[in-house]
Nanobody
């Protein structure tokens, strides 16, 4: 059973940076699609960025391109999300998620229901 544990959230002022981490354990296969989603109060869950651990391919929501960077450290089984120039609208609970396959990754990475494993989330609060 894959387990995902997020950390790194917190409270920052607008313009600040945070780096979220997601430590994965219990992997059965060598490659997974991993992603970060976020959900703000009263809003739908939103896919932020995804990465395929097999070849490092990355995918981003248009709203965070150039602002967020997703990366991995295979040796540590850790997924990261570097978030720069944070804005109040980035305030949300951020979740790490993983799935073994995505038939059409370019299109499907942003749909939460495609993923099988979820962490508990880490809160990010950006004040103006």
């Amino acid at each position: 059973q894959v387990q995902l544990v997020e950390s790194g959230g917190g409270s920052v002022q607008a313009g600040g940076s945070l780096r979220l981490s997601c430590v994965a354990s219990g992997y059965t296969y060598s490659s997974y699609y991993m992603a970060w989603f976020r959900q703000a109060p009263g809003k739908e869950r939103e896919g932020v960025a995804a990465l395929y651990t097999g070849d490092g391919s990355t995918y981003y929501a248009d709203s965070v391109k150039g602002q967020f960077t997703i990366s991995q450290d295979n040796a540590k089984n850790t997924l990261y999300l570097q978030m720069n120039s944070l804005k109040p609208e980035d305030t949300a609970m951020y979740y790490c998620t993983a799935t073994r396959t995505l038939a059409r990754a370019q299109k499907d990475w942003r749909y939460g229901w495609r993923y099988n494993y979820w962490g508990q989330g880490t809160q990010v609060t950006v004040s103006s």
